[in-house]
Each structure stands twice: as structure tokens, then as C-alpha cells.
């Protein structure tokens, strides 16, 4: 499924969500992940795979922090991927919220934060005339990254 990459570092790439949504318990249950990054104009696109984790408390609170406003009461207000009766009852509910909070900083749910993939496999795509595509893949052991080649 589509997800914001939110960060990045030596040790992973960062993304956020509800801990109770659907993405969190298929996470739960199969903590391995792949991403997919296509730039179709420039005939590109890199895929990650790794292992799946959360991030800590402190970044999940700091990316929070970053957010705007209604951002912040909207993850509140939000039983992502939970059916919904009507729009109304979300509208609603993210009134409350902002009644709840008005006048001072809206707190990160604890049902809310990060994940990071840790990379097993690196692969960049470059597209080619005649579908020759070119495939160099870069994995992770434990004396560092190999690089190889893959039939297109």
C-alpha cells in the first residue's frame, strides 16, 4: 500500500501511522516490508526491502510535533481504516477533539507513531530500449553491502 516516507538515515527509512489501523496489524503480523519508489518520467524506480520496525517514542513524538494543527487533531479523530457510517460522524469527531485541545499543544496519540525499514536489499531499475532493462541490486551481509546484476 501507498505510504509518505517521512524520513530517512543510515539505519532505515521512516513512515508513519495508526498503530491500530489495518497497514499496522499487517505489519504486526508480517514484520518485513517492501518499498517502491517509481519515477516514470526519468524511466526509474529503486525498491527496498528490509525488516520492519518502530521507531522510538522521542522521534514519533518530534515528527508529531512537526505537524500542522489540524494534522495532529485529525489523528486523533481517526479510526483509520475502520468503516464509516457517514462523513458527518468524522467531522464530528474532529470538532471534539479540537474543543478538547483549543488553547494549548495537541499531545501524539499513543496509538500513533512511526515505523522504520531496515534494508536487506537495494535494487535500482533503469529502463532500456527493447525492455534490456538494467537491474544492479545491492544487499546487505554481514561485512557490509554486495553488489550484483539481475536479468531484467
Keep these: 500500500r501507498m505510504v509518505l516516507l517521512k524520513g530517512r538515515s ?13 497497514k499496522a496489524g499487517d ?10 519508489f517509481h519515477w516514470k518520467s526519468q524511466r526509474q524506480q529503486i525498491r527496498i526491502e528490509g525488516a520492519i520496525s518502530r521507531v522510538t517514542d522521542a522521534e514519533s513524538d518530534a515528527y508529531f ?10 489523528a486523533w479523530a481517526s479510526d483509520q481504516s475502520r468503516p464509516l457510517a457517514d462523513r458527518a460522524i468524522f467531522e464530528a469527531r474532529f470538532a471534539e477533539f479540537q474543543a478538547k485541545f483549543e488553547g494549548q499543544d495537541v499531545p501524539r ?4 507513531g512511526g515505523y522504520r525499514v531496515t534494508p536487506d536489499t537495494i535494487e535500482f531499475w533503469q529502463d532500456r530500449a527493447h525492455r534490456l532493462h538494467e537491474r544492479r541490486v545491492f544487499t546487505r551481509t554481514a561485512e557490509g553491502w554486495t ?5 531484467p
Design 109 to 112: 496519540p499513543p496509538h500513533w
Design 27 to 36: 505489519l504486526a503480523a508480517n514484520p518485513h516490508a517492501a518499498l517502491l
Design 147 to 151: 553488489e550484483g546484476l539481475l536479468y
Design 65 to 74: 510535533a512537526s505537524r500542522g494543527r489540524d494534522s495532529q487533531l485529525g
Design 10 to 22: 543510515p539505519e532505515g527509512f521512516v513512515f508513519y501511522t495508526n498503530r491500530e489501523s489495518r
